[in-house]
């Protein structure tokens, strides 16, 4: 039983968030995440909350806390790449696993001023532009990088 | 120049927010607003700070605030109307203001599972239905409606 009810609380990462993304490092509550899309700089955080889908399903100091982590990450995001506007949201409507997107958007973007979400295909990174940013995200976000056994 | 300083410090309503929504009431920082668009329960909240585009301008207490604001804004929509999953989203790609959308969404509205903007045109409210939706609000919310004044 007691095995049972931790496989219940214990949290993972939604494999199509982990498919998507690579990740940046563990803040207090969430996981942050960068999109494996070049289209634009583009962080998802992940509060590690075993079956949680709605920010009102957090409990409110969590709430609190969210807020904090998704201001540090735009904030991060604004100081390191362009950015003409942070786009902040809470969708999941196909992935239910609560996770926020915090992306630089600039004016001559892929999908610019549309919403990113389904505009254009993803772009890949060119191989070193990704780990740039991410060593960026994680200087930025005091974060270390996570081991591939919490993913 | 008191008048010039307090022109600059005033904050209003964008004007397009103000075409496409009807006011549902204030709270402590918050303008509640229902967009003008019955495809889905849709609240949108201004916090009443001029100048402020993003989540970051606003001072760590506002973030808190606001985010708490979001909180019931969603809670008083999902226990209002039908809703598979709330939407939650500040964009401001084509309206500076900062402004932050809470959606109901459900399975078999007309965008499921897109994002809402620009999916479908907006549809009008039945004569009454959107005076009930906006009652139901201020209830739970405990708003009173905004005076013209006020917008």
């Not at 993972?12 to 700089?41: E, I, M």
């Not at 735009?74 to 992306?103: F, R, S, W, Y």
């Not at 973007?109 to 990174?125: E, S």
């Amino acid at each position: 039983m007691q095995t049972a009810l931790y496989m219940i609380s214990s949290w993972t990462l939604h494999p199509q968030l982990a498919a998507d993304t690579v990740a940046v490092g563990d803040l207090a509550l969430s996981r942050v995440l960068l999109a494996k899309d070049a289209n634009y700089p583009w962080l998802i955080l992940v509060p590690r909350r075993a079956g949680v889908s709605e920010l009102i399903d957090l409990a409110e100091n969590e709430q609190v806390r969210l807020t904090a982590e998704i201001a540090a990450a735009a904030q991060a995001l604004k100081e390191t790449v362009p950015c003409d506007k942070l786009n902040i949201a809470a969708l999941g409507n196909m992935v239910p696993q609560l996770h926020v997107h915090v992306i630089a958007r600039t004016k001559n973007d892929a999908a610019w001023p549309k919403p990113v979400w389904g505009a254009v295909p993803p772009r890949a990174y060119d191989a070193g532009a990704m780990e740039g940013l991410l060593e960026k995200m994680r200087a930025r976000l005091k974060l270390a990088a996570v081991g591939p056994q919490a993913l």
